[in-house]
């Protein structure tokens, strides 16, 4: 049975009680979903999706409004905080192991390394990746943390990859389970 979510005030204090459906301290979520708006001006939208497997996280889905035929820098980043319509509020690459950049084949790299999306002759971009080291519980869990599209792409280099700003921006959820 469905439980609705509960808004309590205590002391002039507002809190959020969720439903048991998606109480992430009693069930192991396996599956996320993120929806990319424009960040910057942009009109880069998208939905990715996120789902566990034995080697990490697969990432699947489609972002739309890129440049035609171009690449972008393609991270979770510390925050889903989508406060700031340049993306600077998710702050910097989701990096629990405090190791260096690197792209998604690197022996060391932050765990929200995702490379580069590339768009076709439409300005569209499919993904269908698998990244090591990332989770969905414990420190290397990605919900709640944001997912960044930067303007240019991914080199590699330190400390970023210089990816330059934020054009698109969302924040990782729990997906329905079936």
């Known amino acids: 049975?469905?439980?609705?979510?509960?808004?309590?005030?205590?002391?002039?204090?507002?809190?959020?009680v969720a439903p048991k459906e998606v109480?992430?301290?009693?069930?192991?979520?396996?599956?996320?979903?993120?929806?990319?708006?424009?960040?910057?001006?942009?009109?880069?939208t998208g939905t990715l999706r996120f789902?566990?497997?034995?080697?990490?996280?697969?990432?699947?889905?489609?972002?739309?409004?890129?440049?035609?035929?171009?690449?972008?820098?393609?991270?979770?980043?510390?925050?889903?905080?989508m406060s700031m319509a340049d993306g600077l509020s998710m702050g910097g690459h989701f990096n629990p192991e405090d190791m260096a950049h690197g792209l998604p084949d690197s022996a060391a790299r932050h765990a929200?390394?995702?490379?580069?999306?590339?768009?076709d002759a439409r300005g569209v971009a499919k993904v269908d990746r698998t990244i090591a080291g990332m989770g969905m519980s414990g420190r290397s869990s990605i919900f709640g943390r944001g997912?960044?599209?930067?303007e240019k792409p991914d080199d590699g280099g330190q400390p970023t990859g210089n990816a330059g700003g934020r054009i698109g921006y969302g924040v990782i959820g729990v997906a329905k389970m079936d």
């Open 51 to 81: 789902e566990l497997v034995e080697d990490g996280v697969r990432v699947t889905g489609e972002v739309t409004g890129l440049p035609p035929s171009s690449k972008h820098g393609f991270h979770i980043h510390e925050f889903g905080d």
């Open 23 to 44: 109480d992430l301290q009693r069930q192991r979520p396996t599956r996320g979903i993120a929806i990319v708006s424009p960040a910057s001006g942009s009109s880069v």
């Open 112 to 119: 929200g390394d995702m490379g580069n999306l590339e768009s």
């Open 1 to 16: 049975m469905w439980s609705a979510p509960v808004a309590l005030c205590v002391a002039g204090a507002s809190f959020f």
């Open 147 to 150: 997912i960044v599209v930067h």
